[in-house]
């Protein structure tokens, strides 16, 4: 079996407001003075008490939506975390985190043949688009039939559940604002300090981790026609991106930068593309804006992974690498393996579509 670095990659991984003071002055000598009101304390808010540490929170929140039928549901997450997922489903259930979902949702969720397939017994016709199904059933149909025909159930999160996920959002979006600030001043190692105390947590070495970054923060965005400090920041959140292998994706990341581009008065539909990246678009049908701004994130966080890697392997010592390919197109090769001398294999990936990647 080969060995491959990069596979451990996704599993390592206003203060009250101040009343007035009023002082009456004695007019006449004899009414006596009003007492100082007292200055009120500062409110601090603390989180909502419960006994969920973080990766059992973010469970919760990936929870949400999820299939109640399907017991390996995020299996990989409590494995990742030692987590027992059927004792952790039991606690949240039993603290009241987590209960079924309104019939409703499994009805939104249902496939078209299946609502198709309900409306045809009732007569009622099929034809109109997913969300015009779901409108004919939910309208026509009783909750009790659709609860015996759609047998799909799915977690929601209750209230108390919404308020402390609410709460874990806002922390963690306050420390990646401070991590962003680290990214732009050049702070890598105290960057990876604060993403992973472990040393031995994050996927390959110190350098690995610094060459990530630095190699975004150096070419991400180059030729889009942004101010170099506007296109800086715009890297940042890529490069936060690149070494964080947690559930978010690169969508979410596109999405800060769209918001940060519009702040900063670009508008996203009219930056500057490269010209084989239009090619490819109009080639898969992939309309400009965030479409195309993701294709462009994945690939360079996709660089920057794979030269930080490659450079480890030399620092390491290797003589060859390998290239793992799943039918790539953009690297045309058949095999899903090819050996390469280190200094004469591929910049990966080759194009704007491939996955490939290095192993030993």
């Given at each position: 079996m080969t060995f491959?670095?990069?596979s451990i990659i996704n599993?390592?991984?206003?203060a009250?407001?101040?009343?007035?003071t009023i002082t009456e002055r004695r007019p006449n000598n004899h009414a006596p003075l009003q007492e100082k009101a007292p200055e009120p304390s500062k409110e601090i808010i603390a989180p909502p008490k419960h006994q969920l540490n973080s990766p059992e929170i973010e469970f919760l929140s990936m929870l949400e939506g999820k299939n109640a039928n399907d017991a390996s549901v995020l299996g990989w997450w409590c494995a990742f975390h030692n987590l027992d997922r059927e004792k952790l489903i039991n606690k949240l259930k039993g603290q009241g985190y987590i209960a079924l979902a309104d019939y409703k949702v499994g009805v939104h969720k249902a496939t078209?043949?299946?609502l198709?397939?309900?409306l045809t017994m009732h007569g009622m016709s099929t034809k109109g688009r997913k969300g015009d199904l779901v409108e004919r059933v939910l309208e026509h149909i009783s909750q009790d039939e659709c609860t015996r025909y759609f047998t799909e159930s799915y977690w929601a999160m209750t209230p108390k559940a919404a308020d402390i996920v609410q709460s874990a959002e806002l922390r963690a979006k306050e420390e990646d604002d401070?991590?962003?600030?680290?990214?732009?001043d050049g702070k890598y190692e105290e960057f990876k300090r604060k993403v992973y105390p472990n040393r031995n947590e994050h996927w390959g070495t110190e350098d690995t981790f610094c060459e990530t970054v630095e190699f975004i923060m150096r070419l991400c965005f180059q030729g889009f026609g942004l101010r170099e400090e506007v296109r800086r920041n715009a890297a940042s959140f890529v490069a936060r991106r690149s070494v964080n292998y947690n559930s978010r994706g690169n969508s979410g990341c596109v999405k800060e930068i769209i918001e940060y581009l519009r702040s900063a008065s670009y508008d996203p539909l009219a930056l500057t593309i490269p010209d084989s990246l239009k090619e490819y678009a109009n080639t898969n049908s992939i309309t400009?804006?965030?479409d195309v701004l993701t294709v462009y994130t994945t690939f360079v966080i996709n660089k920057a992974r794979q030269n930080a890697e490659l450079n480890n392997f030399r620092r390491l010592g290797y003589k060859t690498v390998s290239v793992d390919s799943v039918a790539c197109d953009e690297c045309g090769r058949k095999k899903r393996q090819r050996k390469y001398v280190i200094d004469e294999v591929p910049s990966l990936p080759v194009g704007w579509g491939c996955a490939c990647t290095y192993s030993l």
């Open positions: 491959n670095p990069l599993r390592i991984f206003s009250g407001k101040t009343t007035k078209v043949p299946s198709k397939a309900i401070r991590h962003l600030v680290l990214i732009r400009l804006g965030e």
